[in-house]
């Protein structure tokens, strides 16, 4: 397996760099590796392509979700 360090790593855009809680990104052969930012030389994740969209569907699924109920409990008409 490639080594992190080969690896093309993106950081999500909504990511700052004051040191958050974030992950990395990167394509390997057909599959997505994940990573801590905060220790790009520690331990990856490997996800196939459609197990990664899935998860990133949901989320994009919760937030929307997330988003709806707080703007009825602001404006319940």
Not at 7 to 15: A, D, E, Q
Not at 49 to 67: C, D, E, H, I, P
Request: proline share 3%; glycine share 6%.
């Amino acid at each position: 397996m490639e080594t992190s360090d080969r690896l093309v790593w993106r950081k999500s855009s909504y990511s700052d760099n004051n040191g958050g809680a974030c992950v990395e990104v990167a394509e390997v052969d057909e599959d997505i590796a994940v990573r801590d930012s905060k220790n790009p030389r520690g331990s990856t994740l490997r996800f196939t392509r459609g197990t990664w969209m899935g998860f990133v569907r949901s989320v994009r699924q919760l937030k929307l979700a997330a988003s709806q109920v707080s703007k009825s409990a602001i404006d319940p008409h």
